[in-house]
C-alpha cells in the first residue's frame, strides 16, 4: 500500500494532514505511517541526541521501538477518529525529518472549562527532530502550529502544557515559541527508561484569558 493510499483510506480520520507549515523552507506535517519506520530508525541510531533529550526514546533505538511506536499512533487515530501523531516532512509524502505529538488528559481534576461547560480540556505535546535538520527550526514551527492552529483551533482545547529538562535550552526556548509561558520551573521527575529522577520544568499555554483565570482559581483552592 502506497502512503497516497493510506491518507486515502484514512480521511475520515480528523487531523491527518498534510499540513502545509511553512513554503520557504518547505515544512509540511502529515500523520505517522509504517512507512517511517526505516527512515525514523535510521536516524535515531545517527547518534544520541534525541535519547539525551527526550524522556521515552530508546538507544540504541530498533526497528521493533518504531514499529511499537508507529502501531501506537495508528492504534489511536483508528479508535479515536482523530490522529494525534504527526511526522514533520519536506514535501507531503517525503520522508519523515521529525516527530510531534499531543497526549489528552481524560481527566483534569475534574475540571470544567467556562467556555463550554464540559471537562476541560488539556493536552500534552511532545516532539524531536532529526539531527540532520537541527537548528532550521522545524521543531518550532512544528510546535506552534500543533499547539495553535491543531490543538487550539481544529480540536478546541483549553490548555496545552509541555515538559522537558531544566538542562535542555532549545527545547525550553521551543516550547516559549509555541506561545507556551513557564508554568514550574523546577521539579523532580523519574525517567523510567533512566531508572532515576531528572530535573525537569513546565510550560503552558491557555486558549484565552477566561480559561487563563479559571485553571489559576482552581489551582489556588
Known sequence: MTQLQEHTEAKDVKAM?????????????????????PEMVRIL???KEVYNGTASFQY????????????RAIGYHTSKGINTHWA???SPLGPIIGWIHAYFHEDVKHLVSPRTGAPLKE??????VSPEYVGKGYAGRSARYVV????????????????????NIASRKILQGSGMKPEFDFRMSFIPKLQQERE?????????SVVEEAVTKAAAK
Not at 494532514?17 to 519506520?37: C, F, Q, T
Not at 540504541?60 to 502501531?71: F, K, M
Not at 480540536?155 to 538542562?167: H, I, N, P, Q
Open 200 to 208: 525537569t520544568c513546565g510550560y503552558v499555554a491557555y486558549r484565552d
Open 45 to 47: 541510531n545517527i547518534d
Open 123 to 128: 493536552a500534552d505535546v511532545g516532539y524531536w
Open 88 to 90: 514533520m516532512r519536506t
Open 148 to 167: 495553535q492552529e491543531i490543538l487550539f483551533k481544529e480540536f478546541d482545547c483549553d490548555v496545552v502544557k509541555g515538559e522537558a529538562y531544566t538542562s
Open 60 to 71: 540504541p533505538y530498533l526497528e521493533s521501538h518504531a514499529q511499537a511506536r508507529i502501531e
Open 17 to 37: 494532514g498534510p499540513y502545509l507549515v511553512s513554503e520557504n523552507p518547505p515544512h509540511y506535517l502529515s500523520a505517522v505511517e509504517l512507512a517511517d519506520m
